[in-house]
C-alpha cells in the first residue's frame, strides 16, 4: 500500500459545481497534513494546512480524520481558475520530518 | 525576497554528460530538497539538507550527488546523464520551526537524449 493515496481524476465538472477530494495515508503517526495546488508546467504551491478541527478558507474546506486516515478537500462554487492538480502532503516527525507526497488529483472545470 | 530560485529552466543532456543544477533561497530556512516529478509517481525525494555541511539521501539518489557549503545554495549534480533522468526536477526549502511550508523553486525541465 502507498503511504500517500489519490485517486487522479481527472475529475471534470461544471463552474459552479462542488467538488470534494480525498487522500489517504497509512502511517497512524502521520502529524500534519497539506494540499498543495500544481498548475501545469508550474511548481506546488500550498493551498492550505489540514487542522484537526477542520478549516476553511473562502470556498475550500480541508478536514482530517484521524480515525480512518485521510484528509479531504472541498471546493464549492468551482471557477474556472480551480482547474489544476491538487496534492496532498503528510509530514512525519518521528522519521526526520519526513515528507511524502501523494500523486495528484487533477480537476478541470468546464464552461 | 526572491524565495527559491533554480536554474535552468530547461537543459537537454547527451548520454553521459554532467551538469549542475543550481538552487538558492533567500530566507533563510535550514531544510532544503531536491525532488523529480514524473507523470504518475508524484512527487520523489532525491537528496535533503537539514543545515549547512548536512546531507542525507531521499528515496531516489543514485546518479545524483549534493552538497551544502552554505546555508542558502543547495546544487544538484548529475553525475553521468542517463535517459532515465529525463524529468522535472524541483528544489525547495522550508522552515518546520515556523507552519512547515513548502517553498518550491519554478522547476527545471531536463531531457536526456
Known amino acids: 500500500r502507498k503511504e500517500v493515496e489519490q485517486d487522479p481524476g481527472p475529475f471534470n465538472v461544471p463552474e459552479g459545481a462542488t467538488v470534494a477530494f480525498n487522500c489517504t495515508y497509512s502511517?497512524?503517526?502521520?502529524?500534519?497534513f497539506f494540499w498543495y495546488r500544481q498548475d501545469c508546467r508550474k511548481e506546488p504551491k500550498l493551498l492550505m494546512s489540514v487542522y484537526s478541527s477542520g478549516n476553511e478558507d473562502g470556498r475550500f474546506t480541508a478536514q482530517l480524520n484521524r480515525a480512518s486516515q485521510y484528509i479531504s478537500l472541498l471546493i464549492r462554487d468551482s471557477k474556472l481558475s480551480d482547474s489544476a492538480t491538487y496534492l496532498c502532503?503528510?509530514?512525519?516527525?518521528?522519521?526526520?520530518?519526513?515528507?511524502?507526497f501523494g500523486t495528484g488529483t487533477r480537476l478541470a472545470v468546464r464552461p | 525576497n526572491a524565495g527559491v530560485t533554480q536554474t535552468p529552466k530547461f537543459q537537454v543532456l547527451k548520454t553521459g554528460q554532467s551538469m549542475t543544477l543550481q538552487c538558492a533561497q533567500d530566507?533563510?530556512?535550514?531544510?532544503m530538497s531536491w525532488y523529480r516529478q514524473d507523470p504518475g509517481m508524484g512527487l520523489r525525494l532525491i537528496h535533503y539538507s537539514v543545515g549547512a555541511g548536512i546531507t542525507d539521501q531521499g528515496e531516489v539518489p543514485n546518479g545524483y550527488n549534493v552538497s551544502r557549503s552554505t546555508t542558502e545554495d543547495f546544487p544538484l549534480r548529475l553525475l553521468s546523464a542517463a535517459p532515465s533522468q529525463t524529468s522535472v526536477y524541483f528544489c525547495a526549502s522550508r522552515d518546520p520551526g515556523h507552519g512547515d511550508t513548502i517553498y518550491f523553486g519554478e522547476g527545471s525541465w531536463l531531457t536526456v537524449v
Open positions: 502511517n497512524s503517526a502521520s502529524q500534519s
Open positions: 530566507m533563510n530556512h535550514e531544510y
Open positions: 502532503v503528510v509530514t512525519l516527525k518521528s522519521s526526520g520530518d519526513k515528507l511524502t
